[in-house]
């Protein structure tokens, strides 16, 4: 199985901010690299697939950047809703594998 | 409207069955595949299994391999997940999700459900 490994597990910013987020894989899987949003009691909404392609309807303040086995997720200017989990997922090899998910947290 | 809605999440005790259901109004059921994906309480996400839209390729995850079956109508648009010889550690929300193709390969899941929760517990 590919391990997915997510830094950081949590992080306070304030509006504005800048953040990013990383992911990193147990081994390469070239661009198969998905980015999930998650808030609290829904369901996940896919945000970036192919490591870099934003997903229809999302906003452009999203974006994703790597390949081979470092992956990021960069939020150019953090906005209110935007506070969530966010999972990168890897869909090179079954068993599909998350990482372990990441924290976005008011300061 | 895309949308899909899952049901059959329950209690059940550590051995027993339960059949969940995802039914999938609004759009082309049968042209696409289908994945379980599941969260225990305060955890992750853990990808459960996925099926072709024609329903003859199917993946397990190892944890649910023997107990689990996937399976789908797309004459009735719908979903299912069998689970039987269920354990305490398969207490979890349950989610659906569509699969959708980019590019010929890239694979991701574009659309959920809002999830059922199953709890197994004596």
């Known amino acids: 199985d590919i391990q997915m490994t997510q830094s950081p597990s949590s992080l306070s910013a304030s509006v504005g901010d800048r953040v990013t987020i990383t992911c990193r894989a147990g081994?390469?899987?070239?661009?198969?690299l998905n980015w999930y949003q998650q808030k609290a009691g829904k369901a996940p909404q896919l945000l970036i697939y192919?490591?870099?392609s934003l997903q229809s309807g999302v906003p452009s303040r999203f974006s994703g950047s790597g390949s081979g086995t470092d992956f990021t997720l960069t939020i150019s200017s953090l906005q209110p809703e935007d506070f969530a989990t966010y999972y990168c997922?890897?869909?090179?090899?079954?068993?599909?594998?998350f990482g372990q998910g990441t924290k976005v947290e008011i300061k | 409207q895309v949308q899909l809605v899952e049901s059959g999440g329950n209690l059940v005790k550590p051995g027993g069955s339960l059949r969940l259901s995802c039914a999938a109004p609004?759009?082309?059921?049968?042209?696409?595949?289908m994945s379980w994906i599941r969260q225990a309480p305060g955890k992750g996400l853990e990808w459960v299994s996925y099926i072709s839209n024609s329903g003859n390729t199917i993946y397990y995850a190892d944890s649910v391999r023997g107990r689990f079956t996937i399976s789908r109508d797309n004459g009735e648009n719908s979903l299912y997940l069998q689970m039987n010889s269920l354990r305490a550690e398969d207490t979890a929300v349950y989610y659906c999700?569509?699969?959708?193709?980019?590019?010929?390969?890239?694979?991701?899941?574009?659309?959920w459900g809002q999830g059922t929760t199953v709890t197994v517990s004596s």
């Open positions: 997922q890897q869909s090179y090899s079954i068993p599909w594998t």
């Open positions: 192919a490591a870099s």
């Open positions: 609004g759009f082309p059921f049968s042209d696409y595949y």
């Open positions: 081994q390469t899987i070239r661009i198969y």
């Open positions: 999700a569509r699969v959708d193709v980019y590019s010929r390969y890239y694979y991701g899941m574009d659309v």
